[in-house]
């Protein structure tokens, strides 16, 4: 006996309502659409979304003393940028503590602050290392936004195995649309080619044509206009960077004990750099029972 029309669709609902609901589940969820206006610094979220930072950890661009020349060179680059012209991608590389991350920050709020009355401001976005490979995907949300973006990436290396570097290599491309007018991107590394030396001599040894497999590893930073060293400090800029925390903050203290307690703090900890000088001063306005703001 066949069944009625009517009881075979009762038998099919059911099972339908199943794969729709596990079709709804499977799709991708849609890009959220973030209130670029919210603030002028966001981070890129691990739900490739854009979070606001109401507040940016930021070093005073005048304090951010021995890399004149790297402070005018970036300042200019993204000076032109925010005025709509062409610029660079920028690779801040080199010693650690020298202050590559804050110059970017830095840069970013001078632009702003001087920017012409009624012009939009500037926008700086953070996407961490471990997210590089959502770059593409945030390059295709800040495409069409009325701001114009710096794209900050700091401490940026990769090791052995990891092929996250080729999502860099298509971001900074651009692929076929090309990279979106209004977005830059920024990154700092302590390794100039951003890949370990083992790394590249690994491809050289293992590779059909080792000469081929070592240019698509260096290739990467080829991607960047800019470069930009930074190299450990003399005692006589660490100790300029010094004074100029010192009287940036108004702290009392003698410049014969400012000069020996310095000099000291380095000795301990093996080095000299902006942020071996910023945690002397921590330290040294602690002791006088001073803040720092």
Not at 41 to 66: C, D, H, N, Q, Y
Not at 69 to 82: K, Q, S, V
């Amino acid at each position: 006996m066949t069944a009625s029309p009517d009881a075979t669709l009762s038998t099919l609902l059911p099972l339908l309502e199943r794969i729709a609901t596990a079709l709804e589940r499977a799709a991708p969820a849609g890009r959220p659409v973030s209130d670029t206006s919210a603030a002028d610094a966001f981070l890129w979220g691990p739900e490739r979304r854009l979070i606001p930072v109401p507040k940016v950890s930021r070093v005073e661009m005048g304090l951010l003393t021995g890399i004149d020349r790297n402070r005018d060179a970036l300042a200019e680059n993204t000076g032109r940028f925010a005025r709509g012209l062409p610029a660079n991608n920028a690779l801040l590389w080199g010693a650690r503590g020298m202050g590559k991350s804050s110059l970017v920050k830095a840069v970013h709020a001078e632009i702003n602050a001087n920017r012409p009355e009624g012009a939009l401001p500037m926008k700086l976005v953070e996407i961490h290392r471990e997210d590089i490979e959502a770059l593409p995907d945030l390059m295709a949300t800040l495409r069409n936004d009325p701001h114009r973006w710096v794209v900050f990436c700091d401490d940026l290396s990769f090791d052995a195995d990891d092929t996250s570097y080729k999502s860099l290599k298509t971001a900074l491309d651009g692929g076929i649309e090309g990279r979106p007018d209004n977005v830059l991107f920024y990154a700092t590394s302590n390794r100039r080619h951003l890949l370990a030396r083992e790394m590249v001599e690994n491809e050289r040894s293992t590779a059909i044509n080792p000469g081929e497999a070592v240019e698509e590893k260096v290739s990467l930073s080829d991607r960047f206009g800019l470069w930009l060293g930074f190299h450990k400090c003399s005692q006589d800029e660490y100790l300029a960077m010094i004074r100029a925390y010192v009287e940036r903050y108004a702290l009392p203290v003698a410049p014969e004990q400012l000069r020996a307690e310095a000099l000291e703090w380095s000795t301990t900890r093996g080095s000299r750099s902006g942020r071996t000088a910023f945690q002397f001063i921590q330290d040294l306005a602690g002791r006088l029972g001073r803040t720092l703001s």
